[in-house]
């Protein structure tokens, strides 16, 4: 039996590729195909300038996306900043100002071990409604969540707690939350469309996600449940409810999951991190660079790559290879800066990928990338 082909749909996409990036128009129409629709937007800054900025598919010019973990590479920047300015030492004990982590266990836990999920406070024991979340019951819970290894001792990807933590530290230490501190220190000098806790006046702006069927790879399956650490708050929430197009969630001031961006934001963000003195001095950069774990994740149960608060290249995520740093997010958007290359990249998407983390699509347009910079 034959049947006639069918009338293709055309992906859409507008903005702008300057030479040699040109290949990036159809490229990201690909992109969008290949994960069945939806929306997504690349943005590439080269040596400071906008090289690539482009929205497809079902985005409007100007729409923002939930990032998920994308979101900490945000708070990495904030406070590598903090840290630089004296206002955070993210190698003294946290129970210097929060007496709760005073306790034996957790009396090591550093600002630092938790950046670079090597607290022990990987997740938490008790799960919580978005109501109890919304009210920071999830910051009380931490005060008597007792680690699942010693601290500093193995690492293991801190998915929520991250956030968590580093508020609380926030708001001890410096004296705001962390997205506080990012819209006044960052966002606002910058004009970057960028929110930890979106104010009510952009949320318009948020494509809603779509998500592909799930997935897993039979090595990973329940690995880190087998080892006794739960699955993170937020993602056993998502089980029982849409949480991530929740009308409440871009209200809420996560640092580790909430934060909502354009693509083009990203790219300025991190390209903002390359220029010296912008918001971090070559010190302050190369601190937050600098390894602090790799090897098996405990909680991931994969080979990881962590600096202080961003993931450096590993296996399933190189991003251009020594010299780039960033972060993934479960919905398949990416942040990334190359030092060597003077590249940096935002790319968003609407589709959550059936396994969580960078979407295939991204991971494809690498490669282009990498041929398009061997041009200039």
């Known amino acids: 039996m034959t049947f006639p082909p069918a009338v293709p749909e055309v992906v859409r996409v507008a903005g702008v590729a300057r030479e040699p990036f040109e290949p990036f128009v159809d490229i990201l129409a690909r992109t969008i195909a290949s994960q069945g629709g939806g929306g997504a937007a690349l943005a590439v800054r080269h040596r400071g300038e906008t090289v690539v900025d482009l929205t497809g598919g079902s985005y409007a010019v100007d729409s923002a996306q939930l990032l998920f973990s994308v979101t900490k590479v945000v708070t990495a920047v904030a406070a590598a900043m903090a840290h630089a300015e004296g206002l ?32 022990g406070l990987a997740s938490l024991d008790r799960s919580f409604t978005l109501d109890e979340l919304l009210a920071g019951e999830d910051e009380r819970a931490i005060e008597t969540q007792e680690p699942y290894w010693g601290p500093g001792t193995k690492h293991g990807y801190h998915a929520f707690t991250y956030g968590t933590l580093m508020n609380g530290v926030f708001r001890r230490t410096v004296g705001d939350t962390v997205g506080g501190f990012v819209a006044k220190r960052i966002a606002g000098p910058l004009g970057l469309e960028l929110w930890i806790g979106t104010p009510e006046s952009e949320r318009s702006r948020i494509h809603p996600l779509t998500y592909l069927p799930p997935l897993v790879s039979e090595g990973r399956l329940g690995h880190g449940r087998t080892h006794g650490i739960p699955a993170s708050t937020s993602a056993r929430l998502a089980m029982t409810m849409d949480l991530y197009n929740d009308p409440a969630l871009p209200g809420a001031a996560w640092p580790s999951t909430t934060g909502v961006a354009t693509a083009r934001a990203l790219a300025a963000l991190m390209a903002a991190t390359l220029d010296d003195g912008v918001l971090l001095s070559a010190e302050a950069r190369r601190q937050m660079t600098a390894t602090q774990a790799e090897g098996h994740d405990e909680v991931l149960g994969i080979p990881m790559h962590y600096g202080s608060g961003v993931q450096l290249p590993f296996p399933q995520l190189p991003f251009l290879g020594p010299g780039s740093y960033g972060h993934e997010g479960a919905g398949g958007s990416v942040a990334f800066a190359d030092e060597d290359r003077e590249v940096a990249v935002g790319f968003t998407t609407s589709v959550y990928p059936s396994m969580p983390g960078a979407s295939p699509g991204f991971l494809a347009l690498l490669p282009v990338l990498q041929h398009c910079l061997a041009r200039t």
């Open 88 to 119: 955070l030492d993210l190698d003294a004990p946290v129970a210097a100002y929060w007496p709760a982590f005073a306790k034996e266990s957790t009396a090591a836990v550093t600002p630092r071990l938790v950046l670079s999920h090597r607290s």
